[in-house]
Nanobody
Framework: HVQLVESGGGSVQSGGSLTLSCAIS????????VGWFRHSPGKEREGVAS????????YYSDSAKGRFTISHDNEKNTLFLQMNNLKPEDTAMYSC??????????????????WGQGTQVTVS
């Protein structure tokens, strides 16, 4: 059973930066996907970024491209999301997730098996 715990959320002004961390309870195999999703009231959960543990291939939503960077340190069992140039529309609960690789790391929540509780990001 994989457990994930997020940290690093908070309040920031528009244009600011935050780095989210996700501590993963096990060392993942090289055929896993790990990713970040966000959910705000009145909206569906949205995939933000994901990474394939096999070769580090990354995937980003259109809203995240050019502003967010996902990375995974397998030695430290930690997933990161560096967020720059934050906008008010980035305000959401951000959750990390892990799942089995199925040829690509989709930004679809149904493809992930394990989830963290989330960390709140508020941009004003």
């Amino acid at each position: 059973h994989v457990q994930l715990v997020e940290s690093g959320g908070g309040s920031v002004q528009s244009g600011g930066s935050l780095t989210l961390s996700c501590a993963i309870s096990v060392k993942l195999e090289t055929d896993n996907c790990v990713g970040w999703f966000r959910h705000s009231p009145g909206k569906e959960r949205e995939g933000v970024a994901s990474i394939y543990t096999g070769d580090g291939t990354t995937y980003y939503s259109d809203s995240a491209k050019g502003r967010f960077t996902i990375s995974h340190d397998n030695e430290k069992n930690t997933l990161f999301l560096q967020m720059n140039n934050l906008k008010p529309e980035d305000t959401a609960m951000y959750s990390c997730a892990a799942g089995h690789w199925g040829g690509t790391c989709m930004l679809e929540d149904w493809s992930y098996n394990w989830w963290g509780q989330g960390t709140q990001v508020t941009v004003s």
